[in-house]
């Protein structure tokens, strides 16, 4: 026989009304997977937003490593290991990137390299400084080539501060990553983004900037470097994009481009997508003669609305 069970009814007096979240403003709904395409979105309107309010047209970005240190601060960390003070012993910074053997002498090495190395933090931070000191100077209501980086330490922390020391407004695209990279100090503060989507922040650095300056760097750095050569490459975007890649010296131990144009994996005109540059002056008259040419028009600059940045338009 089919049991046939009594419902368990509640007695009207155990109903409470009670008011669901609105799912805009509901945790829960936001965080879970299906919140996903609104996370996605925020990280597209919000930043377009604060260009729009803070008058950014568009950029000029800096990459390269998060490890190198300033000059005087690579130094400094040279001097304790050589000579440490007694109440501080000299351990490595990041013990995992020094290999096996004696730690110290593994470590005076790895300090030495860094004190090599600074001179590139202290090369972004000056070129960062001459094209500020010049886009300032550029006529128009919004701000021109303002200089961008990922937001973080190293050759980003460079690249923002010299702009800050000149006196002009810089832009950090910081990324949420579990060991917490925060953003640097030089940041103009509402010009301070943190993503959550690796491809958002890509999104932004590709679509604002019309110049792209590549400093000595890792898997990072390539992986931006090579991303807006191949949309170069294949003319995806309706621009010419600047790209200035610095340190010969550095790229040509790390990469042999030579040996894809033999291959033929990529054709010998392929190599006029980029320009080395060694010095700061030398990569600043590059980007000064890049820029001018290909996007500033200073009859159009001057009559420049105000509505926002100027996005980059994509080829049909």
Sequence with gaps: MPNHKTPNVPDDSDLVPHASPLAYLNPEFLNSPDGRVLRILAEYSEPLGRFRREKIQDTVVFFGSARFDSLSEAEQKLTLLEKPDPAKPAVPEHPQAVPGGDTVQAAIKSAQAAVQMARYYEDARRLAHMLTDWTITLPGKRHRFVVTSGGGPGIMEAANRGAREAGGKTIGLNIRLPFEQLPNRYITPELNFEFHYFFMRKYWFAYLSKALVVFPG?????????????????????????????????????LNLGALVDSGA???????????????????????????????????????????????????
Excluded: C
């Design 218 to 254: 890792g898997f990072g750095t390539l992986d931006e470097l090579f991303e807006i050569l191949t949309l170069a490459q294949t003319r995806k975007l309706a621009k010419k994009i600047i790209v200035i890649v610095y340190g010969t010296e550095y790229w040509n131990r790390v």
């Design 266 to 316: 990529i054709s010998a005109e392929d190599r006029s997508l980029f320009t080395f540059a060694d010095t700061p002056e030398q990569a600043f008259e590059a980007l000064k003669e890049g820029l001018m040419k290909y996007h500033f028009d200073p009859q159009t600059a001057k009559a420049a609305a105000e509505e926002g940045p100027e996005i980059a338009k994509t080829l049909p």
